[in-house]
């Protein structure tokens, strides 16, 4: 098994851990090793002989859609230690910074591409788009993600939007009508126009969409389904991982 890991995740919490109402709690060597404790308790809780590890980078393609993606989010509201963990995780764990996409667009990527068993470890409720094994190493949760699951789960995001990413759905609408909506749906392009119907205009809409799809293959983009197209190509090569030694 091979385990993808969600970096940004691992370095917020830990950092933040580090701290106490913005004031330094603990030393570099402590966040350090409470990285090594969490990344030894992925790989032990997932069975994992390998691992890739995901950090995003600085750019991010999403801003050429939308440039208010996630400007709401308080610059300030980091942990102090953010710099020091992420050159940790690069140095010592052989993270990867993924520039001009995300941490879960590589980690859409590499499950839908590998060839071999993976499971991705994040707690990020947006990586339900992609189908394959999850595991949320903080309630130490698995779920099983089909294609069709996660085909619904994006256009359901759509309607309700996400506001921690500064992307506005539909008014009115949240997780019991856009389950609704979308369950009585049969195909992509029947969610598509169910949802068209309910937005105030398609720019929004496309604008949305691009920012909440995630990647499934290099260069890959949310297009508009077409009747003959209700499913997502995911073909593609995989990264080298990180073996784990005995």
Request: with cysteine.
């Amino acid at each position: 098994m091979q385990a993808l890991i969600d970096g940004d995740i691992v370095a917020y919490r830990v950092g933040f851990s580090c701290q106490v109402k913005g004031v330094l709690s603990a030393t570099e060597d402590v966040a350090y090793a409470r990285v090594d404790e969490l990344m030894h308790r992925i790989l032990f809780e997932t069975n994992a002989d390998s691992y890739m590890l995901y950090l995003s980078g600085s750019a991010n393609y999403r801003l050429d859609y939308n440039p208010e993606y996630k400007a709401n989010r308080d610059p300030n509201n980091k942990p102090i230690l953010l710099p020091q963990i992420r050159q940790y995780l690069q140095e010592a764990w052989n993270a990867t910074i993924c520039d001009g996409i995300e941490a879960d667009d590589a980690l859409g990527i590499s499950q839908c591409t590998s060839e071999i068993d993976t499971v991705i470890c994040s707690i990020d409720k947006d990586l339900h788009q992609i189908p394959g094994l999850h595991y949320n190493f903080v309630k130490q949760e698995y779920k099983e993600v089909d294609s069709w699951e996660g085909l619904k789960f994006l256009y359901k995001q759509l309607l309700i939007g996400d506001l921690v990413d500064n992307i506005i759905g539909v008014y009115g609408i949240g997780k019991v009508k856009a389950n609704r909506i979308i369950d009585a749906c049969l195909s992509e392009r029947e969610m598509y126009e169910e949802v068209q119907m309910l937005y105030d205009n398609d720019e929004r809409l496309h604008m949305n969409a691009h920012c909440l799809y995630i990647q499934k293959k290099p260069n890959d983009r949310w297009e508009v389904p077409t009747d003959e197209k209700t499913t997502t190509d995911t073909g593609g090569e995989a990264e080298d991982s990180v073996p784990l030694q005995e």
